[in-house]
């Protein structure tokens, strides 16, 4: 029913954009305030999940929260301004917005420090069996 060839259209979208490609926000133009901002909250929002590898989902999450505050700074600017918000709309952002950031976690996660200490005695720790410590022939 409505395949190839039936006459049958279907309205629904099969396919992302043909402007959408892997990695996009990482090329957004770093002259805009809108990009430095939504970049440095996806870094800040990166750094606050710990050391943990992100999984391609929570990576994902991160840069629609990321959006989504780019999204209501810029309404809250206008409210400031004086002119109309859409409230409603405004909410619904502000709603799922709060929704994604705890589905993240609202708290920083530790990340594993090394002290100063350990990082000396590994520095300084030099395997006998580099070039270097060979005498040449």
């Not at 917005?97 to 590994?122: C, I, N, P, Q």
Request: proline residues 4%; aromatic residues 6%.
């Amino acid at each position: 029913m409505g395949g190839k060839g039936s006459g049958v259209t279907s309205k629904r979208q099969h396919y992302l954009p043909r402007k959408y490609s892997e990695g996009a926000l990482a090329r957004l133009d770093r002259r805009y305030r809108d990009a430095r901002h939504m970049l440095a909250a996806i870094e800040q929002m990166k750094a606050d999940q710990g050391d943990a590898p992100l999984s391609f989902v929570k990576l994902r999450l991160i840069q629609r929260t990321a959006h989504l505050d780019a999204l209501l700074i810029t309404e809250e600017a206008r409210l400031a301004k004086g002119e109309n918000v859409d409230l409603a709309r405004y909410l619904a952002t502000l709603q799922t917005f709060v929704r994604l950031a705890s589905t993240l976690g609202l708290e920083r996660r530790a990340r594993k420090v090394v002290t100063l200490r350990d990082y000396v005695a590994a520095r300084s720790v030099v395997p006998a069996s580099t070039p270097e410590a060979e005498a040449p022939e």
